[in-house]
């Protein structure tokens, strides 16, 4: 039996929070738009290198647009360790690796939030890792690996 999908607010977190946490971001928002679901989605990066105001990969925008799902040109990454705010409203946290997940642990106080890798969500292992530097094909793997994950994890639930 499915349980009902209780979530109100979801925060995606990988590195940098220029593709792979967008990308998921991206196809949530796109999810439950088509669900008719007013749920939350925002993203961020948890890493050393994470900074406010990068753009969204340009590679990231172009996999997703081959999936109909179009990453505002508009948006800019967002450091988690800069706006610890962000973790008061979500719900569920999705990261992209075990890594960042640790991370999340190792720089807040957090024992009341739900924090899963999205293979965990998915009730599986492992980690999504980063397709910088593979050109728009590693994007693409990337892209339907996160999908992939996402809907194994959402089909748990009922809508």
């Known amino acids: 039996m499915k349980n009902k999908f209780h979530y109100k607010s979801i925060l995606i977190v990988c590195s940098v929070n220029t593709a792979r946490s967008c990308m998921a971001e991206g196809f949530l928002k796109d999810f439950f738009l088509k669900c008719n679901l007013d749920i939350k989605v925002k993203s961020c990066g948890i890493s050393s290198h994470a900074r406010d105001g990068m753009l969204i990969s340009l590679d990231a925008r172009m996999a997703m647009e081959e999936v109909g799902i179009k990453l505002s040109e508009n948006s800019f990454s967002i450091d988690l360790k800069k706006h610890p705010e962000i973790l008061e409203d979500a719900d569920l946290i999705l990261t992209l690796t075990g890594k960042h997940k640790k991370e ?14 999205i293979k965990e969500f998915a009730g599986e292992n492992g980690d999504i890792e980063d397709p910088s530097m593979k050109e728009l094909e590693g994007f693409r793997e990337t ?13 748990r639930f009922e809508f």
């Open 104 to 117: 999340i642990y190792e720089f807040f106080n957090i024992d009341t939030k739900e924090i899963l890798t």
């Open 143 to 155: 892209r339907n690996e996160i999908i992939e994950y996402l809907m194994k994890g959402l089909n």
